[in-house]
């Protein structure tokens, strides 16, 4: 139960932190971005303020509604699964990955309910990537992980506690 109880802990405050380093950054863009870019690598990488009312690349404009039911569902399947994940250290780079994952999530949740729209400031000008936030980069590394850790890390047999109710947290960690 401690080691439920500090994973916990550890996720929440993890989370709450994330949320606030990307709220933070987004609040700072909006109060020194609104005049014009800042160039921080010439040709290379300039910090632009931006407003999204859809998903990545703007897709689907204007689609708050749906994007707050979403992320909804989103929020609510990250935060089973990560109670679902075992307190053991092995599980440690899955249990990162969902509180990432969520913290990426809520991140653009609050902007949607808040503002109406994300706010996004960095831009890759080398390749003319489509200007983005700190919440999207947690959403996407995140993701990116998860795909590493399934098919590299994990074996199909250390996911057995998705078909068990049963905590496996008692069981000594291999």
Known sequence: MKNKRMKY??????AALLVAIDQVTKYLAQKYLMDGPVVIWDGVFELHYSTNTGAA???????????????????????????KIPAQRKYFPLNAVCVTVFA???????????LEYVIDFLYIRLINFPVFNIADCY?????LAFGILIFFYYKEEDFA?????KDKEQEPSQ
């Open 104 to 114: 990426g999530a809520m991140g653009n949740f609050i902007d949607r309910v808040r």
């Open 139 to 143: 959403v996407t590394l995140s993701c």
């Open 161 to 165: 506690f998705l078909k068990s109710g």
């Open 9 to 14: 802990g550890i996720g929440a405050l993890a």
């Open 57 to 83: 690349f703007g897709i689907l404009q204007d689609g708050r509604a749906f994007f707050i039911v979403i992320t909804t569902i989103i929020l609510a399947a990250v935060l089973y699964f990560y109670i």
